[in-house]
């Protein structure tokens, strides 16, 4: 294994994989216990159905050979992971590398002849376990929610973070064991916790939340070593800014503001270049979830992809979020225009269709999966990148963007779901259309928010909350 800090676990590559490892590609739980026989269809459970809530991540584990299930073809995603099982998973996760095996098990309860000898044996050897200080490791425990915290945190080569004083989670304090390693986990987006802001340190690891830790663990916008969440060289926004945002009209390059966002279409190299030079950073409007047929790129878009009228905007159409393999590639070259301009930022619109009548029968889960891909294009050029609304998948999100913007979170009494943001040192770009500023200021500017009126074209005028 790669132990540089900032590197991830690597990938391996194979063909015939399903659709599904198109998307790894594009954004680039145990084994099956003592039984382990090789399904024909790897990407097949028969007690996985494709709406479970963990389907994706189970299939992403079968299709990178990191699993198998069991030979009567389930892959029992309830059932707990023990500790010689997760070794398993990460000794496969990173390529199944050569181990020379020792003469004398590192572990007094793990015989040569046991089962995953080699891969504890590799896991002890590359520093991600010591075991227990009476010389055991336990393989048939459970493994615990904080020990899989630990251990990919060694696994990733122990990368700087420095913890934050005050514990995210109601059931761990700064003195909790592997404290410092579960927060870094959240940090970087692979975990959030649960809904009532516990994290359940001492809480047994099922299979498919295995699979869950080990997708995002690859995948996760943020690398997991970086501990601000921000890679070096990055735009890293101030919880507070004065800002602009026009999408029509002549652009007005005297607005004094902090951060302008602008159309990545309409807004040239040249005056990107300006606005930096007046000390602005400058944020890449796109759609990412919508087809707008004026656009130079429209003809890109194939028809199977292209879903209902946008309400309120002719000639837009909600997108199929689920073709990855599709849209992807459409996407990563508007970004790639981003930075080629020189923006600082990407504001990608229209990420929450699943809440829309957009013509798909789109799920959650496929929208936090589109929104992940969206974040890590952003982040694999260099560019930050803004959660466009989406307020209920804010929880879920914020690790892995670097600011939010909103509309009339003010109007539709939801402001509120988006304080994980402001909790974590990050902006919300938030814009009201039909109150009057005396109506939502106070409230949001107790809150932290970066708040605006504008007329919904969206033109050079506008009224900032006083401060």
Sequence with gaps: MNKTPGTKFTRRSRAGFSALIVFVVAISAAIGGATTAAADDPASFSDVTTDAKFYSEIMWLADQQITTGFSDGTFLPTESVSREAFAAFLYRLDGEPSVSLPSRSPFKDVKSSAQFYKEIVWLSKEGITTGWSDGTFRPKDKITREAIAAFLHRAEGKPSYSAPSRSPFTDMTTRSTFYKEVTWLARSGVTTGYSDGTFRPKVNVSREAVAAFLYRSTTSAAPL?????????????????????????????????????????????????????????????????????????????????????????????????????????????????????????????????????????????????????????????????????????????????????NE???????????????????????????????????????????????????????????K
């Design 225 to 405: 070593s970086a501990g601000s969440g921000s890679s070096a060289g990055r735009w890293n926004p101030p919880s507070k800014v004065s800002w602009q945002w026009q999408l029509s009209g002549p652009l007005d390059l005297s607005v004094n503001a902090q951060v302008y966002d602008v159309d990545l279409f309409d807004t040239s190299a040249a005056q990107v270049g300006q606005l930096q030079s007046q000390g602005s950073k400058v944020i890449c409007y796109l759609s990412a979830g919508s087809y707008e047929a004026d656009r130079p790129d429209s003809n890109k878009y194939p028809a199977a992809v292209l879903g209902r009228t946008l309400d309120g905007w002719p000639g837009e159409r909600w997108l199929d979020i689920r073709r990855l393999d599709v849209l992807l590639p459409i996407i990563a070259a508007r970004m790639d225009l981003c930075a080629k301009k020189g923006f600082d930022a990407v504001e990608p619109d229209n990420v929450d269709g699943y809440q829309n009548d957009s013509g798909f029968s789109l799920t959650a889960k496929d929208q936090e999966t589109f929104n992940r891909a969206l974040a890590k294009l952003a982040h694999d050029r260099g560019l930050a990148i803004g959660l466009k609304n989406d307020v209920d998948q804010v929880a879920l999100l914020q690790p892995v963007f670097d600011f939010a913007v």
């Design 408 to 466: 009339q979170c003010a109007e539709y009494n939801e402001c509120s779901l988006l304080t994980p943001f402001i909790k974590a040192g990050k902006p919300v770009l938030h814009v009201e259309y039909n109150l009057p500023v005396s109506s939502f200021c106070p409230t949001t500017n107790a809150l932290g928010f970066s708040s605006l009126r504008k007329s919904l074209d969206l033109d050079a005028a506008r009224t900032p909350c006083p």
